[in-house]
Nanobody, 127 residues
Framework: QLGVVESGGGLVQPGESLRLSCEAS????????IGWFRQAPGKEREGVSC????????DYVDSVKDRFTISKDGAKNTVYLQLNGLKPEDTAVYYC??????WGTGTCFNPLKYNYWGQGTQVTVSS
């Protein structure tokens, strides 16, 4: 079955860290790029980070730059999102999505470009 599955969410205090995982099933990340999105209650889904099939091209939304890091392990067919310095405003359901080959020109944060979506993992940052 083709798809992606997220894991690694949880409840943490401000300043703490989490590592989210996005494991692909039924296809290889050698030909699928990955994007991470999040959706907070009452807000629209927003792009957080993305990584291309080579693993060398990445992008981040301004609000998470210098705090979040995306990476890829081809052997495990998994993309990770390391979340450091978490803030209450990072609270959301985090989704990963896969797109075949590349998101093309323009931003990688257009959710309409993606083929497969996971069910999401909850990240809650609260003291």
């Amino acid at each position: 079955q083709l798809g992606v599955v997220e894991s690694g969410g949880g409840l943490v205090q401000p300043g703490e860290s989490l590592r989210l995982s996005c494991e692909a099933s039924g296809f290889t990340l050698d030909v699928y790029a990955i994007g991470w999105f999040r959706q907070a209650p009452g807000k629209e889904r927003e792009g957080v980070s993305c990584i291309d099939i080579s693993g060398r091209v990445t992008d981040y939304v301004d609000s998470v730059k210098d705090r979040f890091t995306i990476s890829k392990d081809g052997a495990k067919n998994t993309v990770y999102l390391q979340l450091n310095g978490l803030k209450p405003e990072d609270t959301a359901v985090y989704y990963c999505a896969a797109i075949r080959w590349t998101w093309g020109t323009g931003t990688c944060f257009n959710p309409l470009k993606y083929n497969y979506w996971g069910q999401g993992t909850q990240v809650t940052v609260s003291s």
